[in-house]
């Protein structure tokens, strides 16, 4: 059974920073992994997307203030944002896929997270 299973949500303030983490299970299985959000109301939008690679593409509205990474098995993929601002409040979702070439920013992706909160108050 294909998981993942997401964690590290919270409520901070605006300015502060919060890691998200997403564990996958069948990692070495994995070419492409990303971070989405939806906010309510709002459509599902790609955060931040990791290739087979390493390679990384960010959303304009984050980049300089997240990062995205894995951990050498592939098992954790993660999500650490600084600067947070109110407009980063949102449910996050970890996906991942077997094709190439990666989808992302498109949410073209078999398997997803149930999600985790990000609440950031101003």
């Known amino acids: 059974q294909v998981q993942l299973v997401e964690s590290g949500g919270g409520s901070v303030q605006a300015g502060d920073s919060l890691r998200v983490s997403c564990a996958a299970s069948n990692p070495v299985s994995w070419y492409c992994m990303a971070w989405f959000r939806q906010a309510p109301g709002k459509e599902r939008e790609g955060v931040a997307g990791?290739?087979?690679?390493?390679?990384?593409t960010y959303a304009a509205s984050v980049k300089g203030r997240f990062t995205i990474s894995q951990n050498n098995a592939k098992s954790i993929l993660s999500l650490q944002m600084n600067s947070l601002k109110p407009e980063d409040t949102a449910m996050y979702y970890c996906?991942?896929?077997?094709?190439?070439?990666?989808?992302?920013?498109?949410?073209?992706?078999?398997?997803w997270g149930q999600g985790t909160q990000v609440t950031v108050s101003s």
């Open positions: 996906a991942a896929d077997l094709g190439l070439p990666c989808a992302f920013p498109r949410d073209d992706y078999n398997y």
């Open positions: 990791i290739d087979s690679d390493g390679s990384t």
